[in-house]
């Protein structure tokens, strides 16, 4: 068994595969094993019992949207009656921030790796406020949902299609250059974003006024490209995964009361632990004893070396997730410490253009006591309130050992 | 005489300017003392004798382009006819990128200073390749222009006035944190730019195709927003113009032969030099040996403390204009030596949210023998060809201690 051999082709695949944005389309019809009674959720698999307050109202906005529950008693009925099943999004190749709430009905974003050949998917980004993915399920959540189902989503879908898809590599790339990390900030891959699919939107829309509507939802999204960007992080990610013998990270998670990691050696086996409470800048009249545990999937990002890990070169993040722009720096420089190589392509010019730390080596995590460091943001510990602040944190060591006790046993080391 | 009051006055006004962009209008219609029998250039007066080969161009084309001559031998018969008269943008609260030929029937933009109540304008960026603003005058440079002026000027006309104007001090404010030093890096700033408009674009188009291709060409050109920016920055300094006693440098600006500059304390004259020939890097095929030397009024940048006084926040732009993120770093560092004050509202994330170096004090310039440092793009030295490159620049030292002279007679110190 060469460790080191298995590691670098997971990191090698993990760069170079080729995640491009090619289509839209209904959960139902594209996510490999979804099913009317299926709801797809952020993290490790979670129980109604064990779920946090946004996950619950996510999951009781989800099944409100879908016509099959009118409040979250009814919602609670169906999933513990099991005749709605909650399963991860990871586990059909789907990523959703926060609560990461996928149902049947839903539009969503599809990847297609280039390089090999797998599709992966994330539902569409709802921007701020009251929103599902924080856990809001009020009639203006779910009308908001309903005009991006059925206005938004088709015009996109044919938008990407006469694009004729959109490098999601190149424009990571990219925004890595225009001060993003691509996980808290999205800024300007968001216009980039904007970019690429403006002059589509205009051409293949039914009139104006439906093309400034969507253009205007975009624009005013500073975290309109999340999702696709995370999606492509998965593909990033399910090509590093499976490598007999690698101890690389292939996926963190967190569903809002267990943070998730699988490594690309192991499995589909998941190591959990208790999720931690966000450090970070609350909105006014909100403080840290208002917050959620940790949820959501994009911490896919910092997965594939970005988001938390590129902090260096997103300096004014530190406005929206507190500390200083030195913190940012030294963010990036401690993740140097756990991950195997530095990103071909995915580059940092603050620091030299030296590529983003990337692929956790569970290893290293446990030698050096180091965690992965986490960009976030924070949801109400309610159902139904939504979005508080943003932050950093980290997931628990324990995960990190156990997982790598699973691989002595299972390796013989 | 108090200088230090004269010059806080000056540096208060500059950055307490406001700039809106509120329209598009037809030169003769809008800039105060614009007729059909004048061009208006880039930088101090400048003859066709004395004049460059990009700027020899641009006034050919600008001939062609108003269907007053057909070649470069009739455009210079009008111009030393007398004819056709040469005035600087300049004198016209205009400016212009490269050669800055602005002719009557050109579109351009409108800026309010809505703190102050003057005006400033700038014609529309033509994008890459073969382009007037470099010196190239053949069919496709033509057609170019005219699509753009009856075509997209009147699109964007309608669309900034739907969106009831494009706040220029905020946007350079935002694009300064996102990797732009908002003089030859406006990446992000041209997308902020179509952000702002898309919608209304989308909403007020006679069609989708026409909407489609606006949109298209402003995404692909990340200069889009290079010529508001300028006219925002002229309406800075000329908010910072004309106060008794301050030796703030309220005009920089190049006409390809000479290097002009104007003080706040000493009216309109200008004090001008041989322009130095830019240090940088060359397009495929082309050397040093080709560059024409410096042009444009794009400095107008650095003169209220953006561009090249901004590099720091900027180091991705080390791969358009030479050097490594470290130099870039120091250029800014070196540009508070000369400079009076730091920037209120034009902040870098990585000098930990420090303002830029803001209002040039020809003191400090002579004192310590630091000119400004500039960002250029280079323009081939003959007539008809265009960019071959970009890179950094310097005014002669000559012309700061001739404005100091000059201020020491008119003052009596």
């Not at 979804?34 to 009781?60: F, K, N, Q, V, Y």
């Not at 996928?102 to 969503?108: D, F, Y």
């Not at 966000?278 to 594939?304: N, R, V, W």
């Not at 200083?324 to 030294?330: E, I, Q, R, S, V």
Request: glycine content about 12%; aromatic content about 6%; hydrophobic content about 40%.
């Amino acid at each position: 068994m060469d460790i080191e051999q298995a590691n670098l082709t997971a990191v090698e695949r993990m760069m170079e595969s080729h995640p491009v944005l090619v289509g839209v389309g209904k959960a139902l019809d594209v996510i490999p094993g979804m099913r009317e009674d299926l709801l797809l959720h952020a993290g490790p698999p979670i129980t109604w019992e064990r779920a946090s307050g946004p996950m619950r109202g996510a999951i009781t906005g989800a099944l409100i949207f879908e016509g099959k529950a009118k409040n979250e008693a009814e919602a609670q009925k169906l999933i513990e009656s099991g005749e709605i099943a909650l399963e991860p999004c990871h586990h059909h190749n789907a990523v959703g921030p926060m609560a990461g709430l996928t149902s049947a009905s839903m539009q969503v974003y599809i990847i297609e790796d280039k390089k090999f050949g797998h599709n992966t998917f994330s539902n569409l980004n709802e921007g701020y406020g009251k929103v599902l993915r924080y856990g809001a399920y009020s009639e203006e959540v779910i009308n908001r949902l309903t005009w991006m189902n059925d206005t938004m989503a088709p015009l996109l879908r044919d938008a990407i299609e006469a694009s004729g898809g959109i490098d999601m590599k190149a424009l990571i790339s990219e925004q890595l250059h225009m001060g993003d990390e691509a996980h808290n900030r999205n800024k300007a891959g968001s216009i980039l974003f904007l970019k690429a699919l403006a002059p589509h939107i205009a051409r293949v829309a039914k009139d104006g006024a439906t093309a400034g509507d969507v253009l205007q939802a975009i624009g005013d999204n500073a975290l309109a490209v999340l999702n696709p960007v995370m999606a492509a992080c998965k593909a990033m990610a399910i090509a590093a995964h499976g490598i007999e013998g690698s101890t690389i990270v292939s996926t963190m998670a967190r569903n809002g009361t267990d943070f998730g990691i699988r490594v690309s050696g192991l499995g589909d086996q998941w190591f959990t632990g208790p999720v931690g409470n966000p450090k970070g800048l609350y909105f006014p009249g909100y403080t840290a004893e208002d917050g959620s545990g940790d949820i959501g999937d994009s911490t896919i990002t910092e997965t594939i070396g970005i988001g938390g890990f590129a902090m260096a070169t997103a300096p004014a993040i530190v406005t929206f997730v507190s500390g200083t722009p030195k913190d940012a720096m030294n963010a990036t420089l401690e993740m140097y410490e756990i991950n195997y190589t530095e990103h071909k392509y995915f580059t940092m010019p603050a620091l030299d253009f030296r590529g983003t730390p990337t692929g956790i080596d569970i290893r290293k995590v446990v030698e050096t006591g180091i965690t992965p460091r986490v960009n976030t943001g924070i949801a109400h510990k309610d159902a139904g309130v939504g979005q508080i602040g943003a932050g950093l944190v980290r997931p628990p060591m324990s995960i990190f050992e156990e997982a790598l006790v699973a691989y002595a046993e299972k390796y013989g080391f």
